[in-house]
C-alpha cells in the first residue's frame, strides 16, 4: 500500500463517489491511497470547522489537524493501514501539528471503528443543535436536499441531529499524557477488536464507512446489544 499527495481533482471525486455525506470539505492535507498500483480513494485532513478547536487541549491554530474523510472506494486490503500510514505522513510533513481530532458520525451508527483499529483516544460524545432529514431511503445533512422546490423539502421527515463520538489522537508525549486522563471506553468495543484481528481484509470504508463496512460491522457485531 503507498499514500501519496492528492489532486483536487483526486480529492472531490473520492468525497462526491465514496463517501455518505458527498460533501468536499476544506483540506489543507490529503492523500491518495493505492494499492497494487490502483487508486483507491483519499484520506483528508483540514484545520476543522472551528478556529477554536484545539483550545480546550492548550493548541492554537496550526496545532491540530482534524481528519475530515476517509473515502475510499473497497479496493484497499485494509482501512487502517491506510490511516496508520497517512497518520506517519501527517508527522513528517506537519512537525508543527501535536494533536489530530475526528468524529464519528452517531446519526450514521458510526462507533469509530477504525479509530478503535489504530488506537485513537475516545473521549467525549458531542450533541448537534443541527437537523437532519429523510431523503432517498436515509438520513442525512439538511444541506443534501436543497436543490428540491421549498414545498417538497418542508414535507420531508427531520430529527434532531444526533451527534458525534470524539475521537483524539496526540502526537506528542505531553498530549499523549493529556488523552489518557480524558479516554473512555470505546463503544462497540468488540468491533473493534475485530477489526484488529482480522484487518477486515474485505471492509469498503474508512473513518466514515461506506454501506458495505457497515455491511460486515452489523455481521461481525449482530449479537451486540
Known amino acids: 500500500m503507498k499514500l501519496e499527495p492528492a489532486s483536487r481533482a483526486a480529492i472531490e471525486y473520492a468525497c462526491k463517489r465514496f463517501h455518505y455525506a458527498k460533501v468536499v470539505p476544506a483540506t489543507s492535507l490529503a492523500f491518495s491511497v493505492f494499492e497494487a498500483g490502483e487508486w483507491c480513494g483519499v484520506i483528508c485532513f483540514g484545520g476543522g ?26 479496493k484497499q486490503s485494509c482501512t487502517s493501514k491506510a490511516v496508520a500510514i497517512a497518520i506517519r505522513l501527517v508527522r513528517k510533513k506537519c512537525p508543527m501539528v501535536r494533536l489530530l481530532i475526528s468524529y464519528a458520525d452517531k446519526g450514521q451508527g458510526h462507533h469509530g471503528t477504525i479509530y478503535q ?24 445533512h439538511d444541506r443534501v436536499p ?34 489518557e486522563k ?4 470505546y463503544t462497540k468495543a468488540r468491533e473493534a477488536k475485530a477489526v484488529v484481528a482480522s484487518c477486515i481484509l474485505q471492509e469498503k470504508g474508512g473513518s466514515n464507512p461506506t454501506r458495505a ?10 449479537n451486540d446489544a
Open 182 to 185: 480524558l479516554r473512555k471506553p
Open 146 to 179: 436543497n436543490t428540491l422546490p421549498k414545498e417538497v423539502r418542508s414535507k420531508l421527515p427531520t430529527r434532531k441531529r444526533p451527534g458525534k463520538r470524539k475521537y483524539l489522537y496526540p502526537l506528542n508525549p505531553e498530549l499523549r499524557k493529556l488523552c
Open 49 to 74: 470547522a472551528s478556529a477554536f478547536m484545539g483550545k480546550p487541549y492548550g493548541l492554537t491554530h496550526g496545532q491540530y489537524l482534524e481528519l475530515l474523510r476517509v473515502a475510499l472506494n473497497g
Open 117 to 140: 483499529a489504530t488506537n485513537w483516544y475516545f473521549v467525549e460524545e458531542t450533541e448537534s443543535s443541527g437537523t437532519d432529514v429523510f431523503y432517498k431511503g436515509k438520513w442525512g
Open 213 to 222: 463496512l457497515n455491511q460486515s460491522i452489523t455481521e461481525a457485531t449482530k
